[in-house]
């Protein structure tokens, strides 16, 4: 029987690739000298896609594939992929849920010991020979304090639970209340904001979450307050962001994701009070194989004729 094709929009992990170029007849579409003559050539012929990250697939490249079954995304978040177009013409869109909650809530842990211990400024103290002038002020711990998650969901919870180990106090934001869960839910951001010391961001991108994170939320967070964004930087108002970082009206901020990556705000690269990451919450040798073997059991399922592993 002839391979299915597929349609890489973007490179992924060499085991995923050696996988899908025995499983299907893969084109690569980021390897294409002329994107549009190759997906005039191959069009009819595409059942499935394969993407993740910034690539995402937008309904004017679904529209040009009319035999378009899956779309299997290596991620969680699908906020680059036209969710609702997709089911609109009854296409399966995949993620990689639950593999990554383990490390993308450790990443978030460590951005908020980084920030609340200043390990990074500490780190430059000792090296730029400032320890022999006397030790850095005292800073504070996280036991006593309160910690507000926007996102109580798979990572969020997987969060809180470590979180929790640390003496904090949890509460949690969200369009609805979990009454399972054991932590408070607050259904007012700023109110939230404003009785916490820390604010750990793990909603997903997307629309419906558009500068969620803005300066009535900074403002209500403080000068004394923490900022955690590990979720996407387009929850946060990033200018807003900086501007409240800059005068002092927000405490620190630690950050993983920002609105334009690889791009950063200038004026953050020059904050003490700020602790970044490359996007590399997920990025441990282990996840990341978890991830790419959950997209192609996706894809296997599918052309198997089963239910697909984990439908968005
Ligand atoms: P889930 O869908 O399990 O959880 C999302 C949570 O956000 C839910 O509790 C949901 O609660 C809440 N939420 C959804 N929409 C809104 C909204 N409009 N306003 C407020 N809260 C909202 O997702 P995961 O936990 O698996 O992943 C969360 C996000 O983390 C991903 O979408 C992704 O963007 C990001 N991520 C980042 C990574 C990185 O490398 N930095 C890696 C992996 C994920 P409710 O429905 O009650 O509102």
């Known amino acids: 029987m002839k391979k299915p094709e ?57 529209d040009r594939l009319p035999n378009l079954e899956i779309i299997a995304s290596f991620g969680v978040g699908v906020d680059t992929i036209d969710v609702e177009h997709a089911h609109d013409r009854g296409i399966i869109v995949t993620n990689t849920p639950d ?6 809530a450790n990443m978030a842990l460590a951005l908020l010991l980084a920030t609340t211990r200043r390990l990074v400024a500490g780190d430059r103290f000792v090296r730029e020979g400032k320890w022999r002038d006397g030790p850095m002020p005292l800073e504070h711990g996280l036991r006593g304090t309160r910690l507000g998650i926007l996102g109580l969901g798979r990572i969020g919870k997987d969060f809180a639970r470590k979180a929790g180990l640390f003496g904090m106090e949890i509460v949690y934001n969200g369009r609805r209340e979990q009454p399972d869960q054991p932590y408070r839910f607050m259904p007012d951001l700023v109110e939230m904001a404003a009785a916490c010391d820390h604010l750990v961001v793990l909603c997903p991108g997307g629309p419906s979450t558009d500068n969620l994170v803005g300066r009535a939320v900074l403002d209500a967070l ?19 962001l900086v501007a409240a970082l800059v005068e002092k009206r927000l405490g620190a901020a630690g950050l993983d994701v920002f609105a334009d990556e690889p791009h950063v705000p200038e004026a953050l690269l020059a904050l003490d009070n700020v602790v970044l990451q490359p996007h590399k919450a997920s990025a441990t040798i282990e996840t990341r194989h978890a991830m790419g073997d959950l997209v192609i059991e996706n894809l296997r399922a599918h052309f198997a004729g089963r239910r697909a592993v984990t439908p968005v």
Request: proline content about 5%; glycine content about 10%.
């Open 6 to 62: 597929l349609l890489l929009v973007g490179p992924m992990m060499p085991h995923v690739m050696a996988a899908m170029e025995s499983d299907y007849i893969v084109h690569r579409l980021w390897e294409a000298e002329d994107r549009e003559e190759t997906l005039d050539r191959v069009a009819g012929q595409i059942r499935a896609i394969g993407t993740g990250g910034r690539s995402g697939a937008d309904a004017a490249l679904m």
């Open 222 to 240: 403080g000068p004394e307050g923490t900022l955690i964004n590990v979720a996407r930087g387009t929850v946060v108002d990033e200018p807003e």
């Open 99 to 104: 593999v990554l909650n383990d490390e993308v």
